[in-house]
C-alpha cells in the first residue's frame, strides 16, 4: 500500500479567472481514495493509495503503485473552465463519491469583469472501481450578472437512495432539492434556500436563510415530509449572559454537526447548540448561543469551512479572513483556528494562517487544507493564494494547544462585548492592555453548559492608564470581555501559551 499522504504538495497561484484565491474543498477520504477539488482551476483529483490488483491486472496488464486521476470538468462545457466547489459539497458511499459546485464553461473574463452566462451549478459522482465521472445533473447557464444556485451541501440518504442537495448561494433557483439515485433526477422539495445541513437523528436538517442563519428546515427520512423550525433569538441568549447582536445571529454559517444528543451550527460570532425539536426547559431555550471568536468589523467566522466528527466530538475551523464581501474595511485580530468540540469543552488544537478550507481523517491522521488569500469582492484573472493539504496526527486533540495570539483596538470594540476564547488546555495565560485612561474591564466565563439561561459568571477587573497585565491563569473554560468605557486608544493583546 503507499501512502498517499506523501503525495500531496502545494498548489502555487494559477489561472482562474474568479473572485480572490478559491482553495483546496471537499477533502474526502473513502475507500482508499482520497478526493478533493482545486478551485478555482477547476480540478477535481483523485488519489488511489491502494489498488485492487487482480482488477488492474486485467485492465492493463500492470502493477502500479499509485495512481493520481484528474478531471477538468469538461462534461460540463468547453475551456478555459474556472470554478470548482467552495463549500464542501461532496458525500461517499460504496464505489462512489458525489461531489457537487458551480463551474464557468467556458469563463468569460473581459475587462476585470467575469460574466456568468456559462456558470453551471452541477452534481458529480465519480466511480472508483472503474475510475471514471458521470455527470448526473447540471442547471445553468447564468445570466450576465446573475447564476444558478450553487450546490453548497450534499447529503446521502440510505434508507431512500436519494441525495439531499442545498442551494443557498447564487440568484436563481436557490432552495433544498433531492436527487433521485434510482430515478436520476433532480426535484425541489422547498424554495427555501440552504446552504449547509446534516443528519440529526431520524431527520435531515438545513438552515434558511441562504447564506445566512435564519432557522432550520428539516426533511423527515421517514416520511419525506418538509418543514421549517423557527429558531428563538433573544439578544441576551448567549452563555456569557451579554448581549449577542443581531448580524452575529444572523451572520454566515459556516457548518452544521451532531454530537452529544445535540445540533451545533456555526457561524460567525459563536454557534448554536440544542436541540430544536423539544421545547425550552428551566427557561433555558431549545437552541442556546456560545460567543466564540465574535470581534465587531471582522470577518473571522467558520464560512466555507467543514465540520469533521472525531472522536465522538466535532473538528472545525474559525478562519481569520474567509471572504471579504459585503464586508469594508476588515480587520484581522487573530489566525485561523482548528477548534475541538466536545461538551462542555471547546479546545483549540491548530493555528493557521488566513484560512482553512476542508478538513478530512485519514487513518490516525488529519488532513487540513490551507490557503494564504481570501475570496474577494473583484474578480481576478488568476488565482491570488497558495494552498496546500496539511498532515496533522490525531493526537493533537490530547496535546498541549499551539501558542496563540489576539490584537484587537479599543476603537473597534469600544463598550461591547468580544471574545469568546477557549482557555482549556493552555498554563500561560496573559492579556495585555495599554489604557489611555482607568477603566474596568469585566470577564465572562462560560462552557458550552453553563451558566444557565439568565445567570453569569464575571469577574470585574481595574485598569490603570498605561499597561495593564492581567492574569488569566484563574479563568477558566471560554471568556469573553467588556470594557465599562469606551476607550478608542486603548490596543489590548491576549496571548496564551
Known amino acids: 500500500m503507499v501512502d498517499v499522504r506523501n503525495r500531496l504538495y502545494r498548489f502555487q497561484p494559477k489561472l482562474g479567472p474568479e473572485w480572490g484565491s ?6 474526502k477520504y473513502h475507500r482508499d481514495v482520497l478526493y478533493f477539488t482545486l478551485a478555482f482551476e477547476a480540478q477535481a483529483h483523485f488519489y488511489y493509495s491502494e489498488y485492487n490488483f487482480e482488477y488492474e491486472m486485467k485492465k492493463l496488464k500492470i502493477f502500479p503503485e499509485h495512481i493520481h486521476k484528474i478531471y477538468n470538468f469538461d462534461l460540463i462545457g468547453k475551456a ?6 467552495t463549500y464542501n459539497a461532496v458525500t461517499a458511499v460504496d464505489e462512489k463519491i458525489y461531489f457537487g459546485g458551480w463551474i464557468h464553461a467556458p469563463a468569460i473574463y473581459e475587462n476585470k469583469t467575469l460574466k456568468f452566462t456559462q456558470k453551471f451549478s452541477h452534481l458529480h459522482c465519480y466511480d472508483i ?4 465521472v458521470k455527470l448526473l445533473w447540471k442547471d445553468g447557464p447564468g445570466e450576465e450578472d446573475g447564476w444558478a444556485g450553487e450546490v453548497s451541501e450534499v447529503l446521502y440518504d440510505e434508507l431512500n437512495n436519494k441525495l439531499y442537495i442545498a442551494r443557498g448561494d447564487g440568484h436563481f433557483n436557490l432552495g433544498l432539492f433531492v436527487f433521485d439515485l434510482d430515478k436520476n433526477e433532480m426535484k425541489m422539495i422547498s424554495d427555501e434556500p440552504a446552504l449547509k445541513g446534516t443528519q440529526f437523528f431520524d431527520k435531515f436538517v438545513f438552515n434558511t436563510g441562504a447564506l445566512m442563519f435564519e432557522g432550520l428546515q428539516y426533511v423527515d427520512i421517514d416520511t419525506q415530509e418538509h418543514n421549517i423550525i423557527e429558531v428563538e433569538r433573544d439578544n441576551k441568549m448567549a452563555k456569557d ?3 449577542v447582536y443581531e448580524a452575529t445571529l444572523v451572520d454566515r454559517i459556516g457548518c452544521m454537526g451532531t454530537t452529544a444528543n445535540q445540533l451545533f451550527v456555526f457561524l460567525r460570532g459563536g454557534f448554536f447548540k440544542g436541540n430544536p425539536f423539544t421545547e425550552a426547559e428551566n427557561n433555558e431555550p431549545p437552541m442556546s448561543f456560545i460567543r466564540l471568536f465574535d470581534f465587531p468589523r471582522s470577518s473571522t467566522s467558520p464560512f466555507r469551512a467543514n465540520v469533521l466528527p472525531i472522536r465522538g466530538g466535532l473538528l472545525t475551523a474559525y478562519n481569520a479572513l474567509p471572504d471579504t464581501f459585503g464586508m469594508e474595511k476588515l480587520k484581522v485580530f487573530m489566525p485561523s483556528v482548528l477548534v475541538f468540540i466536545s461538551p462542555p469543552m471547546v479546545k483549540i488544537v491548530g493555528v493557521f494562517g488566513a484560512r482553512i478550507t476542508s478538513i478530512e481523517k485519514m487513518g490516525s491522521s488529519i488532513l487540513v487544507a490551507g490557503n494564504t488569500m481570501p475570496n474577494t469582492i473583484q474578480p481576478i484573472p488568476m488565482d491570488s493564494g497558495h494552498r496546500e493539504i496539511s498532515v496533522l496526527s490525531d493526537d493533537i486533540i490530547d496535546r498541549h494547544p499551539p501558542a496563540f495570539e489576539i490584537s484587537v483596538h479599543g476603537s473597534i470594540i469600544e463598550d461591547k462585548v468580544w471574545g469568546g476564547i477557549p482557555l482549556t488546555g493552555y ?5 495585555i492592555i495599554h489604557a489611555s485612561k482607568p477603566n474596568k474591564i469585566a470577564i465572562f466565563e462560560y462552557t458550552t453548559e453553563f451558566p444557565n439561561y439568565g445567570e453569569q459568571l464575571v469577574t470585574y477587573e481595574n485598569i490603570m492608564q498605561g499597561k495593564n497585565v492581567i492574569d488569566l491563569d484563574g479563568y477558566a473554560g471560554i471568556t469573553s470581555f467588556k470594557f465599562e468605557n469606551t476607550d478608542k486608544r486603548a490596543k489590548v493583546s491576549i496571548s496564551l501559551r
Not at 478559491?22 to 477533502?27: D, K, N, R, S, Y
Not at 478555459?80 to 466547489?85: K, N
Not at 498554563?427 to 492579556?431: C, F, H, K, L, Y
Open 80 to 85: 478555459p473552465r474556472s470554478g470548482g466547489d
Open 129 to 132: 472501481a472503474d475510475e471514471k
Open 22 to 27: 478559491g482553495g483546496i474543498f471537499g477533502l
Open 241 to 243: 449572559g451579554e448581549e
Open 427 to 431: 498554563t500561560q495565560r496573559r492579556m
